[in-house]
């Protein structure tokens, strides 16, 4: 079966922003995380996705089909949750619920009740006075309303309290039940997200930086305290990152797959200390700008 | 209703010590261990357990495997995963070559810490 998704090449500009050339394939039955700093290119690469705004190279594919040639069966394969979506011209939550249902012919009309009930949202309340979280609530309800075959959530824990948000991360799990579908999620919320997640694409400036599984990811990178005997600069290393520098001591990210402590000692460093890390931790380190 | 997994093989917690996959090969130990999963009895599915323990499907992917590997669960392609028949008597004879490597490591702390022989017996005597 063809991945959930897959970029070859993509590239988009947009102002002083460039997006790529980015390659990602997404596997099906599985949570993808796609996480990075603002104005990385997260929302954008999911907006390309759903066939807002069109790359200016490269090929994209959603669940086999092509974008744009076949944009219309994409759209009903794919649901979208994104903190701008504005239904506020339906006025009520029911309306544009109902809307909604008679666009999209895979509609569950049960699983939207419940998700209402879930969610303590009501078709009768105005949607102008939702709170911002209650906004969220009512896309996600949109969302999980459908059987979808790839569902797009763009930064879609923002402004949920915990309960809801637990309430989401088990209705992506239960999404994922069936090996067919699989969920692409953005956020911030990185520790959540490292319990959640199957695999982690970190971008920034536009460039995947890493597509990785999660637990190889938390097992490839760790922290080491070292002190450079020499007191030079740090030689160019694969796999070494200095994170910081104070002297003749330097903390350094080390990715195990290519670095070696071996090769450590060689260039004179003495390893102090490891530590692992969890994904908030390589995250920053990978897009910290280097100490040298 | 509580989900079946869930106070079974939680809680799951970031809080706890190791990581999240160990923690569930621990859970699943100690429910053999105690005889509250039997030979031959099924365990949750990957998929469900994810739901349940609300932890991504590679995390108990990798707990499940581990557990194949010590010998303790096994799989059929379709039809789920089991208890070995000898998974409990595997958790057991687990423990014993820990207990008998932390006590090698002691006897190996006690040396370097310049204790005899006699000293070592006689504390082992009175953890007795």
């Given at each position: 079966?063809?991945?959930?998704?897959?970029?070859?090449?993509?590239?988009?500009?947009?102002?002083?922003?460039?997006?790529?050339?980015?390659?990602?394939?997404?596997?099906?039955?599985?949570?993808?995380?796609?996480?990075?700093?603002?104005?990385?290119?997260?929302?954008?690469?999911?907006?390309?996705?759903?066939?807002?705004?069109?790359?200016?190279?490269?090929?994209?594919?959603?669940?086999?089909?092509?974008?744009?040639?076949?944009?219309?069966?994409?759209?009903?394969?794919?649901?979208?949750?994104?903190?701008?979506?504005?239904y506020q011209p339906w006025g009520r939550v029911g309306r544009a619920l109902n809307f909604l249902r008679k666009f999209y012919p895979d509609w569950d009309d049960a699983a939207?009740?419940?998700?209402?009930?879930?969610?303590?949202?009501?078709?009768?309340?105005?949607?102008?006075?939702?709170?911002?979280?209650?906004?969220?609530?009512?896309?996600?309800?949109?969302?999980?309303?459908?059987?979808?075959?790839?569902?797009?959530?763009?930064?879609?824990?923002?402004?949920?309290?915990?309960?809801?948000?637990?309430?989401?991360?088990?209705?992506?799990?239960?999404f994922v039940k069936r090996e067919d579908r699989a969920v692409v999620i953005s956020s911030h919320q990185l520790a959540d997200l490292e319990r959640v997640a199957d695999q982690v694409a970190i971008i920034d400036k536009g460039r995947l930086v890493i597509f990785e599984r999660m637990d190889r990811l938390v097992a490839r990178f760790i922290q080491m305290d070292a002190r450079l005997a020499t007191g030079g600069a740090l030689p160019k290393l694969d796999g070494v990152k200095a994170l910081a520098r104070d002297g003749e001591r330097l903390r350094l990210l080390l990715d195990l797959d290519s670095a070696s402590r071996e090769q450590l000692a060689a260039h004179g460093l003495e390893p102090l200390s490891e530590t692992p890390l969890t994904l908030e931790e390589i995250f920053l380190a990978l897009v910290a700008p280097e100490a040298r | 209703m509580t989900p079946r997994g869930l106070l079974r093989f939680g809680p799951i917690s970031p809080a706890a010590a190791g990581p999240l996959y160990e923690q569930i090969v621990n859970a699943v130990k100690r429910e053999i261990?105690?005889?509250?999963?039997?030979?031959?009895?099924?365990?949750?599915?990957?998929?469900?357990?994810?739901?349940?323990?609300?932890?991504?499907?590679?995390?108990?992917?990798?707990?499940?495997?581990?557990?194949?590997?010590?010998?303790?669960?096994?799989?059929?392609?379709?039809?789920?995963?089991?208890?070995?028949?000898?998974?409990?008597?595997?958790?057991?004879?687990?423990?014993?070559e820990q207990a008998r490597r932390a006590m090698a490591q002691a006897v190996r702390d006690g040396r370097a810490a310049g204790l005899s022989d006699k000293d070592l017996i006689d504390w082992l005597w009175k953890e007795l």
């Amino acid at each position: 079966m063809a991945d959930a998704l897959a970029l070859k090449g993509v590239t988009r500009r947009l102002g002083n922003f460039a997006l790529g050339p980015l390659n990602l394939e997404v596997p099906r039955g599985s949570v993808t995380a796609l996480i990075g700093p603002n104005g990385a290119g997260k929302t954008t690469t999911l907006d390309l996705a759903l066939g807002l705004g069109a790359p200016d190279g490269g090929t994209i594919e959603v669940v086999g089909l092509a974008m744009p040639a076949d944009e219309v069966a994409i759209k009903r394969k794919v649901a979208y949750v994104n903190p701008d979506l504005n239904y506020q011209p339906w006025g009520r939550v029911g309306r544009a619920l109902n809307f909604l249902r008679k666009f999209y012919p895979d509609w569950d009309d049960a699983a939207c009740e419940r998700l209402l009930a879930d969610f303590g949202l009501e078709r009768g309340q105005k949607i102008a006075a939702l709170s911002f979280g209650a906004r969220i609530k009512l896309s996600l309800v949109a969302a999980f309303s459908r059987d979808a075959e790839l569902l797009l959530l763009d930064e879609p824990t923002t402004g949920l309290d915990v309960n809801a948000k637990l309430r989401l991360f088990g209705l992506i799990l239960d999404f994922v039940k069936r090996e067919d579908r699989a969920v692409v999620i953005s956020s911030h919320q990185l520790a959540d997200l490292e319990r959640v997640a199957d695999q982690v694409a970190i971008i920034d400036k536009g460039r995947l930086v890493i597509f990785e599984r999660m637990d190889r990811l938390v097992a490839r990178f760790i922290q080491m305290d070292a002190r450079l005997a020499t007191g030079g600069a740090l030689p160019k290393l694969d796999g070494v990152k200095a994170l910081a520098r104070d002297g003749e001591r330097l903390r350094l990210l080390l990715d195990l797959d290519s670095a070696s402590r071996e090769q450590l000692a060689a260039h004179g460093l003495e390893p102090l200390s490891e530590t692992p890390l969890t994904l908030e931790e390589i995250f920053l380190a990978l897009v910290a700008p280097e100490a040298r | 209703m509580t989900p079946r997994g869930l106070l079974r093989f939680g809680p799951i917690s970031p809080a706890a010590a190791g990581p999240l996959y160990e923690q569930i090969v621990n859970a699943v130990k100690r429910e053999i261990a105690a005889g509250r999963l039997s030979p031959g009895e099924a365990l949750p599915s990957v998929r469900a357990l994810a739901t349940e323990l609300l932890v991504s499907l590679i995390t108990i992917k990798r707990a499940y495997e581990e557990l194949e590997r010590a010998g303790i669960i096994y799989s059929r392609q379709g039809l789920g995963t089991f208890v070995a028949d000898n998974g409990a008597e595997e958790i057991r004879r687990a423990r014993r070559e820990q207990a008998r490597r932390a006590m090698a490591q002691a006897v190996r702390d006690g040396r370097a810490a310049g204790l005899s022989d006699k000293d070592l017996i006689d504390w082992l005597w009175k953890e007795l």
